[in-house]
């Protein structure tokens, strides 16, 4: 079965912070992993995958197989980052979402 | 250029009432996705579309649920006999093609009140 699992739903922290959005997944094939991020009173849009291997705004995610992880990194978050955080997996070409992780940076 | 769009944006309706929710999606787009996401979900996968044909309707809860995209642009969600359980707000997507390589595009949803 696919599943995708954020464990928090919420994480605060402060500008300048470190930030690590946790994603875990279940797939038995290869799968392709996606961030997408919603901010206030906009629509879900695709932040980075993990085939691009890019930085995006100052996040980061790198797939680790052996712990089917694929966590969300920034190394010093920005107040402009409070968002809603989707962790997706594509299997058989439609996506299966976790439930989210709202982030909170307070200056 | 445009994005998606959808509308309405708002739909109160009553236990048992027929809705319909329509997409228009980017223009070009040949693949065209729809989700639905509960208060407190992730957007969960309802059907996808390739051109005219629904290529994958697996998410779809039971069969109150039908989508249609007769000419390959436009596409309506149709909801018969409403229950409170439909609550939620529907999202669409499309992209260039079909497949993971292509992304997805969303729209800003339409949110279903069943009261």
């Known amino acids: 079965a696919q599943r995708v699992t954020q464990p928090e739903k919420l994480l605060s922290v402060f500008k300048g912070a470190p930030v690590e959005l946790k994603c875990n997944y279940s797939?038995?094939?290869?799968?392709?992993l996606f961030w997408y991020v919603q901010y206030s009173r906009q629509r879900l849009q695709l932040l980075l995958r993990?085939?691009s291997r890019e930085s995006i705004k100052g996040f980061t995610a790198d797939l680790n197989k052996g712990e089917t992880s694929f966590h969300l990194k920034k190394p010093f978050a920005q107040e402009e980052d409070s968002a809603m955080y989707y962790c997706?997996?594509?299997?058989?070409?439609?996506?299966?979402f976790g439930t989210g992780t709202r982030l909170l940076v307070s200056p | 250029g445009a994005g998606v769009s959808q509308t309405p944006s708002n739909k109160v309706t009553e236990k048992g009432k027929y809705v319909e929710l329509r997409c228009d999606p980017i223009?070009?787009?040949?693949?065209l996705y729809w989700y639905r996401q509960s208060l407190g979900q992730g957007p969960e996968f309802l059907i996808y579309?390739?051109?005219?044909?629904?290529?994958?309707d697996s998410g779809l809860p039971n069969d109150r649920f039908f989508a249609v995209r007769p000419e390959g642009s436009v596409s309506t969600l149709k909801i018969q006999r409403t229950e409170r359980g439909d609550s939620a707000v529907y999202l669409c997507?499309?992209?260039?093609?079909f497949g993971t390589g292509y992304e997805q595009f969303f729209g800003p949803g339409t949110r279903l009140t069943v009261l």
């Open positions: 997507a499309s992209s260039l093609s």
């Open positions: 797939y038995s094939g290869s799968p392709e």
């Open positions: 993990h085939i």
């Open positions: 997706a997996l594509s299997g058989f070409q439609k996506l299966v």
């Open positions: 223009s070009g787009h040949t693949a």
């Open positions: 579309f390739q051109g005219t044909g629904a290529a994958d």
